[in-house]
């Protein structure tokens, strides 16, 4: 059996091996990744990915600096016979091993993609810091599909500097999945089954102004602009539990809907522990041993499921991001345009918004009826409607 295990304490991620000797190589790369302002859960994230290779050059009796292309594909092989872990994301990292143990429902293409990804990210950091002399094992190649598009629909400035982007040459492909909107009568579900205002908060923000999870429990007292009737959605790394807004692009968010300001405004004045000297909006209330804590993504996630239950909606892709993907289909069939929709998400690639431009399958059913004209009022042979 092999294993290893890491934890995130005081900033820093720490990886050990079976003897609890610390893998240095990872720990170094985790190191560089939140220095350079990576996000806790995304170093995190490229840590565990590591620990997919460590396992594999182990089983193979190979130093890290002798992966070659030729080995990056049995490593492939390796990925896809790893076991799928689906409990709840813990902020610890261990990973088990075991030979001759049965094979459960292995890693997603997508997941086996982002391991390549922090592989090849890992390499060229190596590459930077001299621990590795020779070409990166994830090999790269250029991208043929750009240059299939029309020149309308071309990258400015592609013409002029002839750069072509590149891809690796190992990679799954991934099926492609639009977001999953909450319907009405499961937003009226959600809504009525909130217990507090809080709750009750929280989901209208996500809602009704497309607020990331992470945004919302980062948000303070002062972001909040109550006679221009908007959010400010700062970048700040200040949650003690580690909520923080994935762009690092601040936006204004307004909120017109007369609902959410109001909602959020009675929580302040008459929930909110009035005792605490903390900026964040959302505390965990009650008389418990974390009162005045700044609400956690466990705690959202844990609420917001309960909710869903208490509704009778609990469904696995519902989960509070869906919130945001519900405002955003709402938005784009309302009629806002991609740029302005764009800008009110935070995306900084527009490719992130087009995913909601998509015609949904009830647009197409209704223009399908139009086309057929099932939707039109039946006509008597005068012209008179039946």
């Given at each position: 059996m092999f294993k290893l295990t890491g934890s995130v304490s005081g900033g820093t991620i720490l990886v050990t091996d079976l003897d609890g000797n610390p893998v240095e190589p990872i720990c170094r790369f985790a190191a560089y990744l939140l220095a350079k302002a990576y996000s806790p859960n995304t170093a995190l994230?490229?840590?565990?990915?590591?620990?997919?290779?460590?396992?594999?050059?182990?089983?193979?009796?190979?130093?890290?600096?002798?992966?070659?292309?030729?080995?990056?594909?049995?490593?492939?092989?390796?990925?896809?016979?790893?076991?799928?872990?689906?409990?709840?994301?813990?902020?610890?990292?261990?990973?088990?091993?075991?030979?001759?143990?049965?094979?459960?429902?292995?890693?997603?293409?997508?997941?086996?993609?982002?391991?390549?990804?922090?592989?090849?990210?890992?390499?060229r950091w190596a590459i930077f810091t001299g621990a590795f002399s020779v070409a990166n094992p994830i090999v790269k190649k250029q991208d043929q599909t750009s240059w299939r598009v029309s020149d309308r629909h071309r990258p400015f400035l592609t013409g002029i500097l002839r750069q072509r982007s590149e891809v690796r040459e190992l990679r799954l492909k991934t099926m492609q999945r639009l977001p999953r909107p909450m319907n009405q009568q499961q937003v009226e579900?959600?809504?009525?089954?909130?217990?507090?205002?809080?709750?009750r908060s929280l989901v209208l923000l996500m809602l009704n102004g497309g607020l990331r999870p992470g945004e919302v429990l980062g948000l303070h007292l002062a972001d909040i602009g109550y006679?221009?009737?908007?959010?400010?959605?700062?970048?700040?790394?200040?949650?003690?539990?580690?909520?923080?807004?994935?762009?690092?692009?601040?936006?204004?968010?307004?909120?017109?809907?007369?609902?959410?300001?109001?909602?959020?405004?009675?929580?302040?004045?008459?929930?909110?522990?009035?005792?605490?000297?903390?900026?964040?909006?959302?505390?965990?209330?009650?008389?418990?041993?974390n009162r005045q804590e700044p609400l956690s993504y466990s705690a959202l996630a844990r609420l917001f499921a309960r909710a869903c239950e208490r509704a009778e909606i609990r469904e696995p892709w519902m989960t509070p991001h869906a919130l945001r993907h519900t405002h955003a289909t709402r938005m784009?069939?309302?009629?806002?345009?991609?740029?302005?929709?764009?800008?009110?998400?935070?995306?900084?690639?527009?490719?992130?918004?087009?995913?909601?431009?998509?015609?949904?399958?009830?647009?197409v059913v209704a223009e399908y009826?139009?086309?057929?004209?099932?939707?039109?009022?039946?006509?008597?042979?005068?012209?008179?409607?039946?």
């Open positions: 994230a490229y840590a565990r990915d590591l620990i997919h290779l460590w396992t594999f050059l182990s089983t193979q009796g190979i130093h890290w600096t002798s992966f070659s292309p030729e080995l990056s594909a049995a490593f492939l092989g390796h990925l896809r016979s790893v076991p799928a872990n689906r409990k709840r994301r813990d902020t610890s990292i261990r990973l088990v091993v075991s030979e001759g143990a049965p094979v459960a429902k292995g890693l997603s293409a997508a997941t086996i993609n982002r391991a390549l990804v922090a592989v090849d990210a890992f390499y579900g959600l809504m009525a089954a909130t217990r507090n205002l809080r709750d006679g221009r009737r908007r959010i400010f959605v700062r970048c700040r790394d200040d949650h003690p539990k580690g909520a923080r807004s994935k762009s690092r692009v601040e936006r204004v968010v307004d909120l017109h809907d007369g609902e959410t300001l109001e909602t959020l405004n009675a929580y302040v004045m008459h929930e909110r522990p009035s005792d605490a000297d903390v900026p964040f909006v959302f505390l965990v209330g009650g008389t418990g041993v784009w069939e309302a009629g806002m345009r991609e740029l302005t929709l764009q800008k009110r998400l935070g995306h900084a690639s527009p490719e992130s918004t087009r995913i909601y431009t998509r015609v949904s399958d009830a647009v009826r139009h086309a057929l004209g099932l939707d039109r009022p039946s006509q008597t042979t005068d012209g008179e409607a039946l």
